[in-house]
Structure formats: structure tokens, C-alpha cells
């Protein structure tokens, strides 16, 4: 038969008051005297013994952030989008007009960030977001399934991802809307998203 050994106890001593230690030496409850340390060398001394001496880096041992996520915003998208628009500007003015082949898979890899960008957002403003670039995209991309529907021009293209970063910035602007009699901001309503987007 197979015995399963004791677990090990270990002796831990009372946590002793420390206005009681005013002394330099004191009397150890085991037998025998301790020496108590000065305030310069307790100085890193945790006052609780199971405590750890040193910050787990992964915060594994701190306590638990009970702050939110923080609220997403259009404006990284809508910088990101710019960004875009000025590099197919600089490429033309610097190579000339990319083959098709090359444009295509440049759009394909826009629509991929951009649409991993948008998945980040709240529900309704995904929603909205999906619907801004599907109409925008339109004649020459599926934004949704990101399928070419028929080849782009890079200045094309340009248009409509500074046509798309506009109506992006102007969401982001705080709207005031009055309700009950109370000033509320809404950042991004329908109505202005639906407005901008069949411009």
C-alpha cells in the first residue's frame, strides 16, 4: 500500500505590534533574543512576510485594474487613412502609375487593416464604419468580402481614402444634442455618418 507522507508545517511566528518593538533588542517568542533592525535598514523590509520584495513585472501578484477599456475613436483610422493617401501621392509623383497587379493587392492590404482597425469599435459605429467604406469603395471594391469588382486607378483611390478620412474627422468632432433639456456631446450619430457618406 502505497502511504502519503505529511505535508510539511511551517512555524511562523505572530506578527508582533510594532509600537511594542521600541526597544533594540526583544525577546523572541521561541527563546533567546532578536535583534531588531534601525529604520534605515527596515527600509525595504515588507511589513508582511508572505509579501513579495520585489514588482512581479507581469503584474501577476499587484492588484487587479478595475479601470474600463479605453473608448475607441476614429481619429487613428482616419490619420492612418491620410497617411495612405500621401504615400500613393509621393509613389506617383516618384514612379509613376503602379500595374494593376501591384495596385490590387496594395487596396486588398488596405481593406484587411482597415477593417481590423474598424473591429475594434462598438457595435454601432462598426456598423456604421462598414457601411461608410462599402460606399465609398463601391465602384471599384467589396469592402466587406475585400474582392477587387473591377481595377482602381491610384488617384482614384486617393480621393476616396481622403473623401473617407474627412468624413472620419468630421465624426469625431462632439456634436451637441439637447435632450430633455440636458446638453449631452454624442461623437458619432447615424444621421451624420449616412449624411457623409452619400456625399
Excluded at 533592525?37 to 523590509?45: K, Q, W
Excluded at 516618384?94 to 500595374?99: A, D, I, L, Q, T
Excluded at 467589396?142 to 481614402?161: D, G, Q, Y
Aim: charged share 30%; net charge positive; hydrophobic share 35%.
Amino acid at each position: 500500500a502505497l502511504l502519503m507522507p505529511d505535508p510539511i508545517r511551517i512555524r511562523t511566528m505572530p506578527m508582533l505590534d510594532p509600537e511594542a518593538l521600541d526597544d533594540e533588542q526583544c525577546i523572541n517568542p521561541l527563546g533567546g533574543k532578536v535583534e531588531v533592525p534601525s529604520e534605515e535598514s527596515a527600509a525595504h523590509v515588507v511589513e508582511r512576510p508572505s509579501m513579495p520584495l520585489k514588482r512581479d513585472p507581469y503584474d501577476r501578484d499587484g492588484t487587479r485594474r478595475s479601470e474600463g477599456k479605453p473608448e475607441w475613436s476614429v481619429l487613428p483610422l482616419a490619420k492612418y487613412l491620410r497617411g495612405v493617401a500621401a504615400q500613393i501621392d509621393a509613389n506617383l509623383q516618384k514612379h509613376g502609375s503602379p500595374p494593376a497587379e501591384k495596385l490590387d493587392e496594395f487596396v486588398s492590404k488596405l481593406v484587411a487593416h482597415s477593417q481590423k482597425q474598424a473591429r475594434h469599435a462598438p457595435r454601432r459605429v462598426r456598423d456604421i464604419l462598414q457601411n461608410l467604406f462599402s460606399s465609398r469603395f463601391a465602384k471599384f471594391w467589396n469592402f466587406v468580402r475585400n474582392e477587387k469588382i473591377r481595377s482602381a486607378t491610384p488617384e482614384e483611390l486617393k480621393a476616396a481614402l481622403i473623401a473617407l478620412a474627412d468624413a472620419l474627422q468630421e465624426l469625431s468632432e462632439p456634436r451637441v444634442a439637447t435632450r430633455r433639456g440636458q446638453p449631452q456631446t454624442d461623437s458619432v450619430t447615424q444621421d451624420s455618418l449616412l449624411a457623409s457618406s452619400k456625399r
